[in-house]
């Protein structure tokens, strides 16, 4: 019994959630449905088909190898659905983008077998198809076959060959084609590739555009740009022709609103990218130019809609300024700065110009200082220099009234003068100096003297206390914990491709991981340089380079080398230069040192210990347990540390007491 139509569709929806599920399904999926939704199916099981095909072939869960081989099965089908009459659109559609996504899968596949001449005739046949419903078709099916012609000429014109050794992995274009080959000679191809972009570049030159087929192109566009230097000029030179604001002299509907502004957006977006690309080409210049003037050419056209309304004609309070003087109103102005309250006045009330009490009352300290910084910085930048002059004049002029208030408070009498009404006579001196005649004249002799006037001096702020050792100590290791952490951040595997800048070079000069590299060793071996390095003479080293017990007190240096050996162990294989530069910089130190020891030994003062064999043996320690046989690390590693000696060579020779290791302690030897 035949299963109907809905009950196929069941049945296809389970396969399509099998391989959704599990990738490898797709071949043993792909070849038992397509006799299932060929030509001769419902018109249902043809459009599952043709979309299930469409999202198969754009899936990037399935292989390219898998992907050519199962091209080749389904062009026959995909050939017959095309040619059906009166097709149904949606099938056209899903069709076509199928044939887009494996025409570059079957070139390939063509450039090695050229003795297959039946699937290079029907890859023919589709093609030719799709070029005949390229002008004639609903717009849907226009819009899928012009990602198909951006298809073809980028696979028919030469590219870039990154490795000729492997042609499966580089891009598919005519450039991996022989120049003999019998199918597809590159003298027939090119030609017709470059005929196709000049058939898609005919729509930015048409009088009246289609916002749909323009936008297509464009975004097709910008592929070719990208991957195809040999076109990218004719391109560019077609879109900075085109003008995608031409249609606005016709009478202005909300349609044609919406596709002039589509168009203007996706031209100046293609633009937009190929200029971040390449921002000193030689289309730089011209592409600046073109969307200023697109810019500038919006806001004519769309003025109406898109500018804020202008002020009004008349004023909106009812009072024009020619009518404010018989009016008796007065414009409002920016409001002054509030008087000084009476009586005492802090710090706060002096400084502020404003009369909004929320603010006055707002407690700014509880923001943190970053925060004030930043907010701060940029108020100041834009903040009108007339303005700042003004509010340092306002706040000078209430600092010198309060300091004047004060002087004049202290020049008062300390007594208040009494009067006797009936000797009252009447003076033609002013008012002040009389009553500091009298005041003087009535003050006795054993009265206490009016103090003189205070003046404020500079102010400095006191010495910060002495950090203790323990203090100092915990201090640098926090800093070492810091820069760490920082050096951790800026470990990305995408930055490890970057050019050598050679022999000459500054160090530290590019503000990266290498350059705190060399800060943190530098400040490790040569900070600290005679300062508590040092060992008596009495300590002795052991056969295996072990130094006595009798070890000095932990310095900073000391701290930095622990942290620096921990965060090269936690990841030896990929920090391995780190610790030969490191070791380098402790075997020049040491160098530089050993050249004043011999005179501090004879004049009886501490010899300087070996920093260099110290950490050297500690590494090679660390890393010996975890290397196996494949490891070449410590090749590296032993060829590029400044010495060696005896001891080096007998802890390598221990490797060779596994088995599995002989071949890596005999490479490294």
């Not at 079957?106 to 029907?122: C, M």
């Not at 300024?321 to 706060?348: F, I, Q, Y």
Request: net charge negative; with cysteine.
């Amino acid at each position: 019994m035949a299963l109907s139509a809905s009950d196929q569709l069941i049945q296809l929806d389970a396969a399509r959630q099998l391989v959704l599920a599990d990738a490898g399904l797709y071949p043993q999926i792909v070849q038992g449905i397509l006799p299932i939704v060929g030509a001769n199916a419902r018109l249902e099981l043809r459009r599952w088909g043709a979309d299930f095909l469409a999202e198969t072939f754009a899936s990037p869960l399935l292989a390219v190898q898998e992907k050519e081989r199962l091209s080749i099965v389904i062009l026959q089908t995909l050939k017959e659905l095309l040619e059906l009459p009166s097709e149904d659109d949606s099938v056209v559609k899903s069709v076509v983008q199928t044939a887009a996504s494996i025409y570059g899968l079957v070139f390939r596949y063509i450039i090695s077998k050229p003795q297959d001449t039946a699937t290079w005739e029907r890859v023919t046949a589709i093609k030719l198809n799709i070029f005949r419903r390229w002008d004639s078709a609903s717009g849907g099916i226009r819009t899928c076959c012009i990602k198909f012609v951006q298809r073809v000429v980028q696979v028919q014109t030469p590219g870039v060959v990154a490795d000729p050794r492997r042609p499966d992995q580089n891009e598919i274009s005519l450039a991996l084609v022989p120049r003999d080959h019998s199918l597809i000679p590159p003298s027939r191809l090119e030609p017709e590739a470059l005929g196709l972009l000049d058939m898609l570049l005919n729509v930015f030159h048409e009088e009246t555009s289609d916002a749909i087929l323009v936008d297509a192109t464009l975004n097709c566009l910008g592929t070719l740009i990208r991957t195809r230097q040999n076109v990218a000029t004719r391109i560019l030179n077609a879109i900075l022709s085109f003008n995608p604001l031409k249609l606005a002299n016709s009478p202005m509907t909300p349609k044609l609103r919406v596709q002039i502004k589509s168009m203007e957006r996706t031209t100046r977006s293609v633009l937009m990218n190929v200029l971040r690309r390449n921002e000193t080409g030689p289309f730089a210049g011209r592409i600046r130019q073109y969307i200023d003037r697109l810019a500038q050419a919006r806001l004519d056209v769309f003025d109406e809609g898109s500018r804020k309304r202008a002020l009004p004609s008349e004023p909106t309070d009812g009072l024009d300024n020619a009518k404010r003087m018989r009016l008796g109103a007065e414009l409002s102005d920016r409001p002054g700065p509030p008087p000084l309250p009476s009586g005492p006045v802090s710090h706060a009330q002096l400084f502020t110009l404003h009369r909004d009490h929320g603010l006055t009352s707002f407690d700014v300290t509880q923001l943190p200082i970053d925060l004030v910084v930043r907010i701060t910085l940029p108020v100041l930048h834009h903040v009108e220099k007339s303005v700042v002059d003004t509010a340092i004049n306002t706040v000078r002029s209430r600092y010198q009234s309060l300091k004047d208030s004060q002087a004049a408070q202290s020049q008062a009498p300390v007594q208040a003068v009494e009067e006797d009404e009936e000797d009252y006579e009447p003076d033609f001196e002013p008012a002040a100096e009389q009553v500091l005649n009298e005041a003087s004249n009535l003050l006795p002799q054993d009265s206490p003297q009016v103090l003189p006037d205070l003046e404020l001096g500079p102010f400095k702020l006191p010495q910060p206390p002495p950090l203790t050792m323990e203090e100092t100590e915990q201090i640098g290791k926090g800093t070492i914990s810091r820069v760490f952490s920082m050096m951790s951040a800026l470990d990305d595997p995408s930055n490890t491709k970057r050019q050598k800048p050679g022999l000459n070079r500054i160090a530290a000069s590019n503000y990266d991981r290498d350059a705190w590299i060399t800060v943190i060793t530098r400040l490790a071996t040569r900070a600290s340089a005679g300062l508590g390095d040092d060992i008596s003479d009495e300590e002795e080293e052991d056969p295996k380079g072990a130094v006595a017990k009798q070890t000095p007190s932990p310095t900073l240096s000391d701290g930095i080398r622990e942290t620096l050996w921990k965060y090269i162990i936690e990841d030896f294989r990929s920090r391995i230069s780190i610790a030969i530069s490191w070791l380098n910089e402790e075997w020049f130190n040491d160098r530089i040192q050993s050249e004043h020891q011999e005179n501090d030994h004879k004049a009886g003062k501490r010899r300087r210990r070996s920093n260099y064999e110290k950490w050297m043996f500690k590494i090679l320690d660390s890393i010996l347990p975890f290397l196996d046989a494949k490891d070449k690390v410590l090749i590296r590693f032993l060829s590029e540390i400044p010495a060696l000696d005896e001891r080096v060579v007998d802890r390598v020779k221990g490797l060779a007491r596994d088995p599995e290791r002989v071949s890596l302690a005999a490479n490294a030897l």
